[in-house]
């Protein structure tokens, strides 16, 4: 088997796997962002993708799909409870994302964590040719480059962290909070979404280990006395902007929004929100605000109508249980006080929907609500922004959302604040054209210059330099 110059490490793999009537089984590339800009760098370097095909104890033999390499790592039962439910998304999850649910601390989860880690670090060694570059994804892997740098010393290694990096008077509870540093400082490049996250890890880095950090690098030392600088800096995520672009342009997509606005009734405004169902999004505090404006009759429901999609997320672990019971209760008590026979208060989807169909929804809503607690970047602030071709719609952002870095003539908000949010969402509603387009040009012109394209040029660009320079002082 050839070895791939390029390989990506991610817990899925960047496809979905269907199987038909008759039980024959075909691979979908799922729509993400990172698949759609990594494309081109896949095909060119011979790429493979060392991914979770997102199954329990399914074992399959690497295959290519559209260009690319796919090695699927097997889970079984036990490590999708340990490894994926428990100690990524019962531990991680909630303590990268400031504690907004109780962190849980179960060894037997790190166990499974180190275990899980290991084999992929094994399937991108396996996989990657002689001084290959390795780009490793996200927290649930965040062991893996340490591990590599081990068995592999030859390769280039980034890893990027999707999500946020907490303070470190939250991080210090964590009680591997020096094995993970230890694994992450294992890349050479370490990136993040906000300048602030990076500025948390450097301090957890000074603060557990005393290393001398300049800047953006780190001084590492290594086993054999020597020491090496790796580089954690800020590179903010983005989407494929121009294909967000092309699909608000196709007419049957815009005949559609059209027919959505028609089927809610044709209101006069439609607010918008459209999250995973997850504590982290602030649904909560969106529902509670809005509720709020209709009871104090500053909405009515005649006029106004939210529309929100909450796609199915993580649904064995415990808090997201809790999550959806409370969020099913408060819309229901909503629309049950103040819905007509002719208009509900709430649209509530708890579904997942195809792009084309989450274009039509962004093109028929006139406000879009992100009102996370705590998020990385927040990619569905950026899809509204692209899809806006006619530079109008308002988005209300949280100021907890990476994204509010970027745009900053969104009207962000904090949203434990409930009266500046039900302020602020009247505000939107309320915004006279001219001041729409006005934020509106500024956000676009930020999203389009700054695609996922552009994002993953910079972050292998950064690689390689680092890569040079260790090169350099070897
Ligand atoms: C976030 C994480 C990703 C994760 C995604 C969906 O965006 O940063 O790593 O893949 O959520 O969550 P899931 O647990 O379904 O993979």
Known sequence: MTKAEFVVVANRLPVDRVVDAEGNESWRTSPGGLVTALEPVMRTEHGAWVGWPGQADL?????????????????????????????????????????????????????????????????????????????????????????????????????????????????????????????????????????????????????????????????????????????????????????????????????????????????????????????????????????????DGRIDVEDVTLVQVASPSRERVQAYIELRDEIELMVTRINGDHDTLGHSAIRYLHQGFPREEMVALYLAADVMLVTALRDGMNLVAKEYVATRIDNRGTLVLSEFAGASDELGTALRVNPHDIDALKDTIMRAIEMPPAEQGRRMRAMRRKVLDNDVAAWSHSFLDALAAASHAGEANR
């Open 59 to 295: 074992e399959h033999d690497p295959f290519d799909h559209d260009g690319t390499r796919l090695i699927p790592v097997t889970l079984s039962a036990e490590d999708v409870e340990l490894y994926y439910e428990g100690m990524s998304n019962d531990t991680f999850w909630p303590l990268y994302h400031d504690v907004i649910a109780a962190p849980r601390y179960r060894r037997v989860w790190w166990d499974a964590y180190v275990r899980v880690n290991e084999r992929f670090a094994q399937a991108a060694a396996k996989a990657a040719a002689k001084g290959a570059t390795v780009w490793v994804q996200d927290y649930q892997l965040q062991l893996v480059p340490r591990m590599l740098r081990e068995a592999r010393p030859d390769l280039t290694i980034g890893y990027f962290h999707h999500i946020p990096f907490p303070a470190y008077g939250l991080y210090s509870q964590l009680p591997w909070r020096r094995q993970v540093l230890e694994g992450l400082l294992g890349a050479d490049v370490i990136g993040f979404q906000r300048v602030a996250d990076a500025g948390n890890f450097a301090r957890a880095v000074r603060r557990l280990f005393r290393y001398e950090t300049r800047a953006t690098g780190i001084r590492v030392p290594e086993a054999d006395g020597s020491t090496r600088v790796a580089v954690a800096k800020a590179f903010p995520i983005s989407i494929d902007a121009a294909s967000y672009v092309e699909m608000a342009g196709r007419p049957e997509i815009q005949a559609r929004a059209s027919e959505i606005r028609e089927s809610l009734g044709n209101p006069k405004r439609i607010l918008l929100g459209v999250d995973r169902l997850d504590y982290t999004k602030g649904i909560r505090h969106r529902l509670k605000a809005f509720g709020e404006l209709i009871a």
